[in-house]
């Protein structure tokens, strides 16, 4: 079947109601959406919505259906009738519908993806967060990798630390296909770090594994790990943001911690722990988080979601103060424990308190108590929620720095602190994933 738009209202969106996967129709793509598509429907401007991905805004294509849901239909577009002038050429040939799901706009130019993110960005926080849509935010690249400075600034390709790889029936591996646990072979993770395009990892068969992860931190080690056969590998929409932790994994090759290098020191984190995808978007994100949290002496600071203690490290140095680090993850509160074992207080007594404990029942529990001046807040994609929000607000920090590696979960979060009375001093945001449709944030809330 092929459905061509139409104006034609009610018969219109009949005609659709037949569709089934496969199917192609003829749209007019618009405006970018949150997670990775552009929003079109299908006859007229009040038919069935269809989310199209491999389309920039404008752009009329042949979408073929791939999904289709009560409300709205998801497609890829197979054919560009009339092109965007953003449109290029995807550097990797499997960033193509049917093939790997990794990468959202490598047919979008660099400045196009930083427009296309900063409207998805501003969208969120309009509609779920209900701010001044004259609330100025614009997706700032990331400067080049120290030991790249030579290339493009924000990196588009050659970018992605950490990458984690599935593994077929046949023991090939491979990343997954869009919404879906379908194994795509390849030859190379284009926005893969060299050092893990240069491993032979794709190049052998791996029949005892579910799952491979690769690492190649800042400060030059290079680490793969295994997860064994019949163990969970990774998801469909595997985030990048996530900490790579959900089953056993063992190592293959590499040392069994590897060297990070941000805020002025060097981490030690086991391979299989959480640390920031980008090469430049911890020194990014801490830059930031300092800017506008201001740490000054003697003030006291909560990290929560702390991992390894980024945060806590930077805020602590420069107020002399206590800082209580909350983490859930055993690997991040044991990388916690010895990255910050060396923090001493003006009053001569170690700087850091590590809480292993989710952070909703840390608050809940009181294994957390005030008072507290800074609060830097760095929960996992699905955001804080509404009853740790209502616990700080409760506590009274002078300000709060709110890291977010989801737009709409930052906007739901941030309804719920202006509801109880805070105000969005500032945001900024970044393009820590290149390629992707996935973009951190970092908003600087304080008292109304």
């Not at 061509?4 to 996967?21: F, K, Q, Y």
């Not at 701010?131 to 700032?140: K, Q």
């Not at 072979?185 to 068969?205: E, F, G, S, T």
């Not at 020194?283 to 806590?312: C, H, K, Q, S």
Request: aromatic fraction near 4%; include cysteine.
């Amino acid at each position: 079947m092929s459905v061509a738009p139409s104006s034609a209202g009610a018969s219109a969106t009949s005609d659709t109601e037949d569709l089934v996967e496969g199917d192609r129709v003829e749209v007019v793509v618009g405006a970018p959406a949150h997670g990775g598509h552009c929003v079109a429907r299908i006859g007229g401007p009040h038919g069935r919505v269809v989310f199209v991905r491999h389309a920039l805004p404008g752009e009329r294509v042949t979408a073929e259906i791939t999904e289709i849901h009560r409300g709205y239909l998801r497609a890829d577009a197979v054919e560009i009738h009339e092109a965007s002038p953003d449109r290029v050429t995807p550097p990797c040939p499997h960033a193509r519908p049917g093939g790997c799901g990794g990468c959202d706009l490598q047919h979008a130019s660099g400045e196009a993806q930083l427009r296309w993110k900063t409207e998805v960005v501003r969208e969120q926080l309009v509609r779920l967060a209900g701010l001044d849509p004259d609330h100025l935010v614009r997706v700032e690249a990331l400067p080049p990798p120290l030991d790249r400075p030579g290339d493009d600034p924000g990196q588009l390709l050659g970018w992605r630390s950490r990458i984690r790889y599935a593994i077929d029936a046949a023991g090939r591996p491979g990343l997954l296909q869009h919404r879906s646990h379908q194994v795509v072979p390849i030859d190379r993770c284009r926005i893969a770090h060299p050092a893990i395009q240069a491993l032979d990892v794709l190049a052998n068969d791996w029949p005892n594994v579910d799952a491979l992860q690769a690492v190649a931190s800042t400060g030059g080690d290079v680490a793969v790990l295994g997860r064994p056969s019949g163990s969970a590998g990774p998801a469909p929409d595997d985030d990048l943001t996530d900490a790579p932790e959900g089953g056993p994994l063992f190592r293959l090759s590499g040392p069994p911690e590897v060297i990070e290098l941000a805020a002025g020191r060097a981490w030690r984190i086991p391979p299989q722990g959480f640390w920031q995808v980008h090469p430049s978007a911890a020194d990014t994100l801490v830059n930031a988080v300092l800017e506008m949290l201001r740490p000054a002496a003697g003030e006291i600071a909560w990290d929560l979601y702390g991992g390894a203690g980024l945060f806590a490290a930077a805020v602590a140095e420069r107020t002399g103060g206590r800082v209580t680090v909350v983490e859930s993850s055993p690997t991040g509160v044991a990388a916690a424990r010895a990255n910050l074992a060396g923090l001493i207080g003006s009053d001569g007594r170690p700087q850091a308190e590590i809480v292993e404990a989710r952070v909703d029942v840390a608050l809940a529990r009181r294994r957390v108590t005030g008072p507290v001046d800074l609060v830097v807040l760095d929960p996992p994609r699905s955001g804080a929620g509404a009853r740790v929000v209502r616990a700080l607000a409760a506590a009274r920090p002078r300000a709060i720095a709110y890291v977010a590696c989801d737009p709409a979960a930052l906007a739901r979060d941030l309804k719920t602190f202006v509801s109880l009375g805070w105000r969005l001093e500032k945001l900024r945001a970044f393009d820590c994933f290149p390629m992707t449709q996935h973009i951190e944030c970092v908003a600087h809330l304080v008292p109304a």
